[in-house]
C-alpha cells in the first residue's frame, strides 16, 4: 500500500466549490482509498492507496469529485518521500533574513518542461523571488502574497503544469501528519 499527500486547489473559497471535510474523507473511504485524513478546510487529504503512481491518484480522486459535485478540482498527488524533499530542499530557509510566513511552495502536478521554466520572469513578480524545485516552486512574498503577481494563474500559465500552494506553516504541518500516520 502507498501513502499519498492529496493537495486540492480552490475548494472552500469565498464560497466557492463548497466541500465538507467529513463527507470528502466518506467519499473516498467508500471508493476504496482507505485511512483517509483531511487537515485544515482547504483540501489537504492523505489517502493510502494500491496505487503507487501519484499522477493516477490524481486523476482518480478527480474523477470522484467531478462525479459527486458537479465540479472540476485540480488535484496534485505527492508520495511521503516527494513531500520531505520539498520540504528539505526550500533554498530559502538558509537565508536567516527570511520570516517563515513569506515563505510558499507552489506544488506542480508534474516537472515543468525546461522551455517553460525560462518563462518564469523574476522581474516580473520583483520584489517576490522563486526557485524552481522539482515537482515544487519555491515562493518568497517579499510583502504580501495577497497583492502579488506570482499567482498560481501566473505559475500555471508559465509552466504549463498545474499548481496549488500552501504556505510554509501548512507544509511543516503535513510533513509531521505524514510522520504521525505511520506510528
Known amino acids: 500500500m502507498y501513502n499519498h499527500l492529496v493537495l486540492l486547489r480552490g475548494i472552500n473559497v469565498s ?10 474523507r466518506n467519499h473516498l473511504t467508500d471508493n476504496g482509498f482507505q485511512n483517509v485524513q483531511t487537515y485544515i478546510q482547504s483540501g489537504n487529504v492523505f489517502v493510502t492507496t494500491a496505487e503507487a503512481d501519484p499522477n493516477v491518484v490524481e486523476q482518480q480522486v478527480a474523477a470522484l469529485l467531478l462525479d459527486k459535485y458537479g465540479f472540476q478540482v485540480t488535484v496534485v498527488a505527492i508520495s511521503e518521500a516527494g513531500l520531505k524533499k520539498v520540504f528539505t530542499n526550500n533554498p530559502f530557509l538558509a537565508d536567516a533574513a527570511i520570516g517563515l510566513k513569506q515563505l510558499y511552495v507552489a506544488f506542480l502536478s508534474e516537472v515543468p518542461q525546461q522551455e517553460n521554466v525560462g518563462k518564469l520572469d523574476a522581474s516580473f513578480v520583483h520584489p517576490d523571488t522563486f526557485t524552481m524545485g522539482d515537482r515544487a516552486l519555491y515562493l518568497c512574498y517579499h510583502n504580501n502574497a495577497g497583492n502579488s503577481k506570482m499567482t498560481n494563474n501566473w505559475i500555471e500559465n508559465r509552466l504549463k503544469v498545474t499548481a496549488t500552494s500552501r504556505n510554509w506553516n501548512t507544509v511543516t504541518k503535513l510533513v509531521a501528519l505524514f510522520e504521525a500516520r505511520k506510528g
Open 15 to 24: 464560497g466557492q466549490k463548497l466541500i465538507k471535510m467529513e463527507e470528502l
